[in-house]
């Protein structure tokens, strides 16, 4: 480059020699989130009980709010005490989750703003994507090249009965069943967009290029998984000097 070319670039004042912020094209100031709960919790001598719900959401650091991650969440615990020798625990846990991702992920987003030179601009004069630096900044536009929508569910519960012995002092028995399960719904779209070039004579622009294809993938996922355990404890103590303990589990689990 001439020192006068090298001055165009630097004043940034004519179009031909443009000097581009792709940092400040590509990322954000900040990436909003916000996160809020309330919850509950009281109960009596004879039952206790806790309740939460939840919200949290979050944008990505990348410019055009393209992407996003969203989650609710509630829990709930209630212990009940029967009687002197029953005790009965319920959990129960459940969120969703939601996901709005660009088609590319960010450690290809921030190749893409890498492989940017400054001394192209990313789109010719009517507002089509140059095809200088490979098109690259397309993929800021889920529009034009696609998205990946990711939605999953999360549910657990778990039941707790505690029984003491009341004819055997020091024995008790324990049974826990918990029930967990996970779904999982993916939709990946991909799209083939077109790469421009700036005619100066006709003042218009001309395809010269395309990247990426067409292309749809839908993507679903379960699992569940059941655990029972069950155990008998022993604890004593005698003369206040001796501790006698013993326990019997036994565990069965399917997924």
Request: net charge negative; with cysteine.
């Amino acid at each position: 480059y001439t020192e006068d070319e090298i001055g165009k670039f630097r004043e940034g004042t004519d179009p031909n020699y443009p000097n581009f912020d792709y940092y400040d094209y590509f990322v954000r100031d900040y990436a909003p989130q916000r996160q809020q709960n309330i919850s509950v919790r009281g109960g009596s001598e004879s039952i206790r009980y806790f309740f939460l719900l939840g919200e949290s959401k979050q944008s990505s650091m990348w410019e055009g709010d393209n992407q996003d991650y969203s989650k609710y969440n509630f829990r709930s615990n209630v212990d009940a005490k029967i009687n002197d020798n029953l005790d009965i625990s319920l959990i129960f846990g459940a969120r969703t989750e939601e996901r709005n991702n660009l088609i590319q992920d960010s450690y290809l987003m921030a190749s893409c703003l890498q492989y940017s030179w400054p001394i192209f601009a990313p789109k010719t004069p009517d507002r089509k994507i140059a095809s200088t630096n490979y098109g690259l900044t397309a993929y800021l536009d889920k529009d034009l090249t696609g998205y990946i929508h990711d939605r999953r569910n999360v549910f657990n519960g778990n039941l707790t009965i505690n029984y003491k012995i009341p004819f055997v002092h020091g024995l008790s028995a324990r049974v826990t069943a918990s029930r967990d399960m996970y779904f999982r719904e993916e939709k990946q779209w991909l799209k083939k967009y077109l790469t421009y070039t700036w005619d100066e004579a006709a003042q218009t622009s001309n395809v010269v290029g395309s990247r990426g294809t067409n292309s749809l993938r839908l993507s679903d996922w379960k699992d569940a998984a059941v655990r029972l355990q069950g155990s008998l404890n022993y604890a004593r103590s005698f003369s206040e000097k001796h501790n006698v303990g013993a326990l019997l589990l036994y565990e069965e689990f399917e997924s």
